[in-house]
């Protein structure tokens, strides 16, 4: 019955669609323009059990004449039939294909009350309508069948009945046989039962006959159900068939049931064991949760504790190491004339000034202890940095010519922390300075490039480079690969580089092989942002 509502709302659709065509040409088409859009319609595919698409014009008496001289300007043998002794008339104009409905051309539906009836309803309501039963004239087998109309008018859609009495202009159309209607909605080979369709008193279409094939004399299910289809009540009787009764006589149905049966059980087995499952893992997770929690608090105390030990520890540094520092002074200047005199010993004022020397070494790396732990600690201010201005000014304060700190490309201008972003630069443009083979000859290029929305800014040397076995080690605290003897340092400068970089979600890397220089990269947000 779905299937049969489904198919006639689709139907539907086409008769408002030739309304819609017929309106587009200010209420009237030719002969050709139907033809032309029925063929694209193309009802044998997309409307199967159709038997054609026309239009039907509502013609007074005073109108009869005009009206058929205008047909048989491109149809000589157009006439009205048959006669009757209603008001007015209804005449088919056209119907497509013509081939196999010529006999319904020029058919006035008000001789007969079931068509008459329909197009009265049809034309006072503005809806679709289906007419009672009738046999249509063009089919041989003199079957059942019906009319399926939708109305058109002059100027358009009216709400009033009396309003659509007075401007009516005709029908869209669609003649029907219901053997064919049902043969290609309800097919047989697709369902285990058979149908009969009655409109009132007058049998549509009926399946119970002892010659139907399927047909089963005492059926195991009987079921009827009436059907409101566009004005008229349609019953169906629907009775399980033959090939029903072979379907369920043997023994699957009930190996099916049993089987479905105990797939049900393992089913709920399986979800019982699931919720436990869930239920277990719930309760470990939430006894992770706490255990987490308590941890990253633990965690979180132990760096505070550390970040202030390293400031508390470094700062109380600071005044016993200056005393020292006073005191070496003190000594040298008390000692000037010693060392002068030819009895003085060479090595007294050789160690007092590798005592002023591990004074200042441990004054840099205190500074650099005190930079590394506040890293992170406080916010710092926000502040338009140009980049390619920071660069030229750290390579004059480190004594480098232009040729000597070359700036390739464009360097962007951040809203960013600036005195942090100038430590970064700072360290990793001085190491490549301070660990340069060659000063005289040292090239130090800074450059950048966008990517996923961050800029990534390299620093790049012709310095001696770095062997691939430390890259990681470089960036730990307090490592240096050379003597500190060698080269003054406290191992701390990439250190607070990497340390800073990663509190602003970013990463450093170092891009070297020995005798071709090297290359650190580090990525910076475009906008200011701290990860804590």
């Known amino acids: ?77 157009y006439h009205r039939h048959p006669r009757h002794q209603e008001a007015e008339y209804w005449p088919i104009t056209y119907i497509e294909p013509f081939s196999t409905n010529a006999k319904a051309v020029g058919l006035d539906v008000a001789h007969e009350a079931n068509r008459y009836d329909a197009a009265k309803k049809s034309r006072d309501s503005g809806a679709a309508q289906l007419t009672g039963p009738i046999v249509l004239v063009q089919d041989a087998e003199r079957t059942p069948g019906f009319l399926f109309y939708a109305p058109f008018y002059q100027g358009g859609v009216y709400d009033s009945v009396e309003d659509r009495r007075k401007n009516i202009t005709g029908l869209v159309y669609a003649p029907f046989v219901v053997n064919k209607l049902l043969a290609g909605t309800l097919e047989k080979d697709r369902r285990q039962v058979g149908i009969k369709i009655t409109d009132r008193e007058t049998v549509l279409y009926d399946e119970h006959l002892v010659s139907e094939e399927d047909y089963d004399p005492d059926p195991l299910f009987v079921t009827r159900r009436s059907l409101d289809l566009y004005g008229r009540e349609w019953l169906f009787d629907i009775r399980s068939a033959n090939s029903f009764r072979s379907a369920t006589s043997g023994a699957q149905p009930l190996i099916i ?82 060392f002068k005199s030819p009895e003085a010993h060479p090595d007294v004022e050789k160690n007092l000034g590798r005592l002023n020397t591990q004074v200042h070494r441990m004054e840099s790396l205190i500074r650099g202890i005190l930079s590394y732990s506040t890293i992170g600690t406080a916010a710092a201010e926000i502040e338009e940095v140009n980049v390619a201005e920071l660069v030229r000014e750290i390579g004059g304060t480190l004594g480098l010519s232009e040729r000597a700190c070359v700036i390739d490309g464009e360097l962007p201008t951040l809203a960013t922390e600036g005195t942090q972003i100038a430590q970064v630069l700072n360290n990793l443009i001085g190491n490549a300075v301070k660990y340069h083979h060659d000063v005289a000859n040292a090239v130090i290029r800074v450059s950048a490039t966008k990517v996923d929305g961050v800029y990534v800014i390299a620093v790049a040397d012709n310095g001696p480079g770095i062997d691939p076995r430390f890259h990681t080690r470089i960036f730990e605290i307090f490592q240096t690969l050379q003597s500190k003897d060698e080269i003054e340092s406290t191992g701390i400068g990439l250190s607070i580089v990497k340390k800073l970089v990663e509190s602003r979600g970013g990463s450093v890397t170092v891009d070297s092989a020995l005798g071709q220089g090297a290359t650190f990269s580090f990525s910076w947000p475009t906008a200011a942002t701290v990860v804590q």
Do not use: C
């Not at 038997?51 to 039907?56: R, S």
């Open 257 to 338: 049931l049993f089987g479905g049966l105990f797939i049900d059980a393992l089913l709920f087995v399986l979800f019982l064991s699931l919720s436990r499952a869930n239920q277990r893992a719930t309760i470990f997770a939430e006894g992770m949760t706490d255990e987490l929690r308590w941890r990253t608090r633990e965690l979180e105390q132990s760096n505070l504790d550390l970040e202030r030990f390293a400031y508390v520890a470094s700062h109380d540094l600071k005044t016993p190491l200056r005393g020292i520092g006073d005191i070496s002074e003190y000594l040298a200047e008390d000692l000037a004339d010693y």
């Open 1 to 77: 019955m779905e299937l049969v509502s489904e198919r006639m709302r689709k139907y539907e659709d086409a008769l408002w669609g030739g309304v819609s065509a017929i309106q587009a040409q200010d209420g009237d088409i030719s002969h050709r323009g139907w033809s032309t859009f029925a063929k694209h319609l193309r009802i044998d595919v997309r409307y199967p059990g159709i038997n054609g698409i026309g239009v039907i014009h509502n013609v007074s008496p005073d109108k009869l004449g005009s009206y058929l001289s205008e047909q048989r300007i491109d149809r000589p043998l």
